[in-house]
């Protein structure tokens, strides 16, 4: 339902969308009667002083005009002008006052936590820009709002699940259903680190996400950065019966970058890449310079991914069907990326499989 909202003179002007005019309260209603009395008073004023000013200048042009007419002719003249800058402020006051008001009315629904106040673009150009800079306003805070709500449900949902499987085994132990030996609290250590891994990652992503992610930047090749990539996942690649096979194109320049951030990414799309290839598959790493860019790609020979997965994967916490990761790899490798002024993109292979992408500026 929408909600009307009263010109300068009192008078019901034009609804405001998306509020319900049984919210109002007393206090608005007072603040929005407070408003209006003091814009009418700066009109009246302005209206006053212009009067002025026009009855002097009529004065003045109807001189001559009264020595030949016998001063008939000032008073009409006066009032003539007189009724136009009264009509003037009238129009005003209805182009400035309402749109106005609409503004202060959706400021303070904002105020009170109702981030889907929206005003209408009219009334003069500036009106309307300032219109339309609330609304991008309102949206960007209902946005981020909504984002962190979502945020919050995850990281819980996320951290429930070590934590409970650290617990029953903890309880198992303690009541005699697990043996207390060394298989088991070793079961319980590798908890403790998907825990703390899954809480750096969070931590990552937070100095990320607000621009505060300290980089230590020196001469890097990066090359030699994904090769050490490379072989951090050389295990996990024999035990899936996966090959691993690096290119690294001759003469890369060196780069301005945080070593060990550039070896996270790369160490996150070589093992992404390792888990989706099927057995007997490769692993593809080519760095090479393109166009002003470092290009790091890698490539499996696995499904690929849906398409309408495609544009998803580097959202946080998002998981494919066949994923049991924490969702914050790709999201954390992105933001790292961005932080060196560089990019990371995905694509499926027309061949089959995925490569994903990632760019560093030569320079940058």
């Not at 994904?226 to 003469?251: C, I």
Request: charged fraction near 20%.
């Amino acid at each position: 339902m929408r909600r009307p909202v009263s010109g300068w003179c009192g008078r019901q002007t034009r609804w405001v969308e998306g509020q319900d005019r049984d919210t109002r309260t007393d206090g608005a209603r007072w603040r929005r009667q407070q408003f209006r009395f003091w814009y009418f008073l700066v009109l009246m004023w302005l209206a006053y002083a212009v009067a002025q000013a026009v009855a002097a200048l009529s004065r003045w042009i109807a001189g001559p005009l009264a020595v030949t007419h016998g001063g008939t002719l000032q008073v009409p003249i006066i009032l003539l002008i007189l009724a136009c800058v009264i009509l003037a402020v009238g129009v005003l006051a209805r182009n400035v006052g309402s749109p106005l008001g609409d503004v202060v009315t959706a400021s303070e629904r904002v105020a009170a936590g109702d981030l889907s106040a929206r005003v209408r673009e009219q009334g003069a150009p500036w009106m309307r820009s300032v219109a339309r800079a609330f609304n991008s306003m309102t949206s960007s805070l209902d946005v981020q709002h909504r984002q962190r709500r979502e945020l919050m449900a995850d990281v819980a949902h996320e951290l429930r699940t070590p934590l409970a499987a650290m617990q029953g085994r903890l309880e198992g132990m303690l009541d005699g259903v697990y043996a207390t030996d060394r298989a088991h609290v070793s079961q319980v250590l590798d908890d403790t680190r998907m825990l703390a891994r899954l809480v750096e990652d969070l931590r990552t992503l937070a100095h990320a996400d607000s621009g505060t992610l300290a980089l230590q930047r020196e001469p890097t090749d990066v090359g030699v950065v994904a090769t050490e990539a490379a072989s951090l996942s050389r295990a996990a690649a024999d035990a899936r019966g996966v090959r691993m096979a690096t290119t690294v194109a001759s003469g890369l320049p060196l780069l301005d970058v945080d070593p060990l951030r550039v070896r996270e990414v790369m160490a996150n799309l070589v093992g992404n890449a390792v888990r989706h290839s099927p057995p007997g598959g490769v692993v593809t790493i080519d760095v090479k310079t393109n166009d002003g860019l470092v290009v790091a790609s890698v490539s499996d020979e696995g499904p690929g991914i849906a398409g309408e997965e495609l544009p998803r994967i580097f959202d946080r916490f998002y998981k494919g069907a066949d994923s049991n990761g924490s969702g914050l790899g790709l999201t954390i490798a992105r933001n790292l990326a961005e932080a060196h002024g560089g990019t990371v993109s995905a694509s499926n292979r027309p061949e089959g499989g995925t490569t994903l992408t990632f760019t560093l500026p030569v320079g940058g």
